[in-house]
């Protein structure tokens, strides 16, 4: 089994809020090496897009990058943050398959994608299929097509992987925390490598909405694999039985599957695999991604150690 060890990030409530992490992270450039700075800097297109066959995961971000000097946030006169408008509003955003063609439309302070975004997308905004008119299919090609006001214009492609179907446990089977126990699902052709989910629901105040209610804690998504199975060694916190909390006896098991293009991103910006810091040319035209998502779940009863 190989790993690619990420920082723990332990009880996130919500699925791959890494993400959005790594949008802001995907200009990073290695300090060990000197930088030539170029005071007549042109920014560039920057991109982050997915498609998926699950709707909330298929959007486009466009961007520009940031000149010398500019911060990610301005400061009011009355001491205020305000996000830096960096966005491009007016694009023509078009994902492109051998059976459609759907154009994007820009969407700014919408709750459409708080699940995936939170506030900092939403109020900058992006590119959403919200009718859902492209149809995401497993083993399908998408083509990504962006055309700005003055003329630019930036591609991708991705092909999109299939759903990683759990082998080892079906649904509500039993799961003991042991050594030995490994977790395995399906592979795909079109899969580069996996990242693994794993939920408890507890009852406790929940700091987003203000209320007690029931909370899905996500303890295990800090690790990639490249081969399809894992074991239980980096589930933090397993049976979460902390004094008075109320947690159910069983979890989800969520498998992401993740293409070539995603998976290369990724390892080249968050600092911690063996190409960090290589400058992959993912976009023609751009800089940043264009990849694509599956995902597979089941729910398993949980035997305490």
Known sequence: ????????????????????????????????KPEDYDPDYTPEISVFGMVSPDPRFTFVVVE????????DYLFAPDGTEHPLDTIIKDAAVK????QDTVRFSFHQDTSAMDYWFGSNYRQKGLYLDLENKLGVEPGVTYHLLIETADGRVVRGTTRIPGPARILSHADYDTLSYRPETVIKWQDDPNTAAFQMHFYKT??????QTGREEWIGYNLASDYMYTEPHAGLEH??????DWPGNTCSDTAAIKIMSMDRN??????????????????????????GVFGSV????????????
């Open 1 to 32: 089994m190989s790993l690619v060890p990420q920082q723990p990030n332990r009880n996130c409530i919500v699925v791959l809020l890494c993400l959005h992490f790594l949008v802001l992270l995907y200009t990073a450039c290695d300090l060990t």
């Open 64 to 71: 520009r990058t940031m000149r010398i000097g500019e911060r």
């Open 95 to 98: 994902v492109i398959s051998a």
């Open 202 to 207: 507890c009852w406790g105040h929940n700091w």
């Open 235 to 240: 589930i933090n916190d397993w049976t979460m």
């Open 262 to 287: 995603y998976y290369d991103f990724i390892r080249t910006n968050t600092g911690l695999a063996e190409i960090s810091g290589t400058q992959l040319e993912l976009l023609d035209g751009g800089v």
């Open 294 to 305: 599956n995902f597979y779940s089941t729910r398993v009863i949980i035997e305490s150690p």
